[in-house]
């Protein structure tokens, strides 16, 4: 059973950090393709940051520069470290796995394991 589990979430001013982890268990950690997901009320969830096996990554544009991804495959955790931060930043922030995936995408529909989600939220 897979399972995701994320904290780290909060409310920080904008030019801030926080760090967001994603804590897996349930399938081969070591080799999958993990992503950072957001959504506000409203719209679609968005693609912010994706690791794949070989450790390459993928950014959203509106994150590059400010946003770092990570797996650490001894702890099976996933993490996001997000500097700079600005009121746009503020979501829903959701860790995703998926499967049969080579290399590191955005988009959504790849992705077939879902966390709980964590709040940020980022005040000017």
């Known amino acids: 059973q897979v399972q995701l589990v994320e904290s780290g979430g909060g409310s920080v001013q904008a030019g801030g950090s926080l760090r967001l982890s994603c804590v897996a268990s349930?399938?081969?950690?070591?080799?999958?393709?993990m992503g950072w997901f957001r959504q506000v009320p409203g719209k679609p969830r968005e693609g912010v940051a994706a690791?794949?096996?070989?450790?390459?990554?993928r950014y959203a544009d509106s994150v590059k520069g400010r946003f770092t991804i990570s797996k650490d495959n001894a702890k099976n955790t996933l993490t996001l470290q997000m500097n700079s931060l600005v009121p746009e930043d503020t979501a829903m922030y959701y860790c995703?796995?998926?499967?049969?995936?080579?290399?590191?995408?955005?988009?959504?529909?790849?992705?077939?394991?879902w966390g709980q989600g964590t709040q940020v939220t980022v005040s000017s």
């Open positions: 349930g399938f081969t950690y070591s080799t999958a393709c």
């Open positions: 690791i794949d096996g070989d450790g390459r990554v």
């Open positions: 995703a796995a998926a499967r049969g995936l080579d290399r590191a995408q955005l988009g959504a529909n790849w992705y077939t394991s």
